[in-house]
């Protein structure tokens, strides 16, 4: 059975990691979770992913201490995890947390840009507890995700925070009970899929050139004419077709250009 299995529907790209009792991320996994999400960032035909766990235990413990791998090897076109630092990728991803995230699975979480949680679901950056720290995007995504210090305490104490708690933050999106998961998910990923696929990508383009500028270095940047999905996009076809079914009163048929 491969570690990494992907299921398309519709617009969808649904990408599940079911590696041994914990799912626990090796380079080899990496590389396949990369080449899962590369599928989707090529495929014109696909708007938006999910990633979720195999089982109900653990979404993913994270890096596989067991592998006796150099975890800054290089693992694939994400980096770890295959999303960690895919820096270019275009088209939104929702983790769907199907258990525990520890270490390196909440990294994983983190790059993910939203986040759909089961009730019994369980976030924890362990590192600092085997005298390490985490480097595949915790401590830089959390602080910038949470108030500094809920950030802090979670990053320099280890301790676990329930999908209950980072939902009132606003990390995560929304919490259900377990057995409405991927329900709630693809509801989540069908409500993204209907809208044009070129304004999903100027959306993280947008974001991704602006999210460490001031509010005018960000609009500056924005109107520079270095972003070509959002450079291009009000002459698409596909802004032309949902302004007209705005006017015709019928549902956007988009082309992705």
Known sequence: M?????????????????????????????????????????DPGLSVAIITGGGDRFFSAGWDLKAGEDPHAPQGVGGFAGLTEFWDLKKPVIAAVNGTALGGGFELALSADM??????????LTEVSI??????????????????AIANE??????????AELERWGLVNRVVPADQLMTAARDLADQVA?????????????QSATEDKT?????????????????????????AEGMGAVMEKRDPVWKGR
């Open 2 to 42: 491969n570690d990494v299995t992907t299921e398309r529907r519709g617009r969808v790209l649904e990408i599940t990691l079911a590696r041994g009792k914990v799912n626990a991320i090796d380079a080899a996994t990496s590389r396949a979770l990369g080449d899962a999400f590369a599928q989707l960032q090529e």
């Open 115 to 124: 986040i759909v949680a089961a009730d019994h679901a369980e976030f924890a």
């Open 131 to 148: 005298g390490i720290v985490a480097d595949s995007g915790g401590v830089i995504r959390l602080p910038r995700r949470l108030p500094r």
């Open 154 to 163: 979670l990053m320099m104490t280890a301790r676990r925070a329930s999908a």
């Open 194 to 206: 209907a809208n044009a696929p070129l304004s999903l990508q100027a959306v993280k383009e947008i």
């Open 215 to 239: 509010e005018q270095a960000a609009f500056a940047a924005m109107r520079s004419g270095d972003l070509p999905i959002y450079q291009g996009l009000y002459a698409s076809e596909d802004a």
